[in-house]
């Protein structure tokens, strides 16, 4: 066994360690960060159906089962088949009568993601393994930590775990719905290969998948082409009110409560518009600006996008830098703000502060 790491943010076991643990445990939750996405969903069906695999093969009773923090994407029912997932919806306890005999978390390590879950997972502490491919975390959750921070998705560690739990050598022996599950997560975690984290141990994962037997047109057009029509009227007003600052290389959008209302649209289906104005090459900074309403009355959340090289021999924006002087932040490339302010009022102090 590796040195037991509580302090930094760490593997503290190999593929190969993680497997033995999780094929030494009789029953399983798999817990992800709240609103999951497709890597999220992906990485802990992959292990549910695994787990619940290699118990029927040994006659154990095979109780792997995924727990959720809702808001679900709406094609959650098709991924998860007759796999056994339950929902948590916001402010709801988790259930209490089933005391598994390990806590499993992928997608995340961090407290601020967990929140439904956290009274759970306190009470159970050595018996909570994390996997998980990002930088920052929270050490304490786990002792039993495989943490692959040069993936592009948790999919690709959780599919190396599959393979050893089920002894085969390559995942394009995988079966079908296993190989689906890490697919999914591979592709939408590098944007259906399109983003600089793409490199060859993602393409030769994605290939052995593809050989055992998934359907990339049929995931594909279920996860990014079933969009309901008032994303798509939300999405011409958000281009109709489309500002360019051109002295600033900067485009900006916005969506008024009443954009949101006439489209007949919810606030979460502005998702992505941002990165709509970033196909011109002399704009380097986007920001999306929606007016929404909540008990202390009108905001303007504020959600920024910037490419890492400049233009015309200038400096990327910083959108981190520009999102805290409006009281938010994030990262360099991708940050967001909520002011308290009607959207004509953010408006002004957004482009106050771009550089
Ligand atoms: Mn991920």
Known sequence: MSMTDFGSWTSTVTVAE??????????????????????????????????NKVHRTTGAISAAECWYGAPMPEWTPTVTGSTKIRTIEPGQPVPGAFDPEAVIICDTGSWAQLDPFREFIEERLERTAIIDHHLQGDAEIADHRLLDTSAAAVVQPVA????????????????????SALYMGLATDTGWFRHSNVDARVMRLAADLLEAGVDHAGLMELIEQNDRPSRLRLMQRALANLELIEEKHAAIMTLTTADFREAGAAPGESGGFVDIPRTVPSIRVVALLTEQTDAQGVFTKVSMRSKATGWDGQDPVDVNEVCKKLGGGGHARAAGARIRAPLAEAKKLLIEALP
Not at 18 to 46: F, N, Q
Not at 161 to 169: A, D, E, I, K
């Open 160 to 179: 190396e775990v599959c393979c050893r739990l089920l002894g085969l050598s390559s995942p394009g022996q995988l079966p079908v719905d296993i190989a």
């Open 18 to 51: 993680m497997a033995d643990w999780i094929g030494s445990k009789r029953t399983c939750v798999l817990l992800t960060h709240v609103k999951p996405d497709g890597d999220a969903l992906g990485s802990t069906l992959a292990l549910a159906r695994t787990i």
